[in-house]
């Protein structure tokens, strides 16, 4: 079965910096185009970045852009977001996701695209 298991996470000063890693198994990974999300306390979970199946288009949001990467190794089946710069905003738990097409064309960056979820990993930044 798929599963997706996000790691990394964690409390941080404001100004540094986590690496989020999501180990996928139970499907051909290199396969999908995978996304990270985020849902903070009270708000609604939205898109963060997401990377292609060939791992040669990404997209984020416009509020990470230059600060987060996201990158993938189809060697170890992972896909990560390195975030660099954090505020406070940031904290969120942070959930890494499947897309529900193979071989897309166009990275996807809604919710309603992505079919398997992980249990997601707390950050933290503080002040």
């Known amino acids: 079965q798929v599963q997706l298991v996000e790691s990394g996470g964690g409390l941080v000063q404001a100004g540094g910096s986590l690496r989020l890693s999501c180990a996928a198994s139970?499907?051909?990974?290199?396969?999908?185009?995978m996304g990270w999300f985020r849902q903070a306390p009270g708000k609604e979970r939205e898109f963060v970045a997401a990377i292609s199946w060939s791992g040669g288009r990404t997209y984020y949001t416009d509020s990470v852009k230059g600060r987060f990467t996201i990158s993938r190794d189809d060697a170890k089946n992972t896909v990560y977001l390195q975030m660099n710069s954090l505020k406070p905003e940031h904290t969120a738990v942070y959930y890494c996701?499947?897309?529900?097409?193979?071989?897309?064309?166009?990275?996807?960056?809604?919710?309603?695209?992505?079919?398997?979820w992980g249990q997601g990993t707390q950050v933290t930044v503080s002040s």
């Open positions: 139970g499907f051909t990974f290199n396969n999908y185009d």
């Open positions: 996701a499947r897309s529900r097409r193979v071989f897309g064309q166009v990275v996807p960056h809604s919710n309603n695209d992505y079919d398997y």
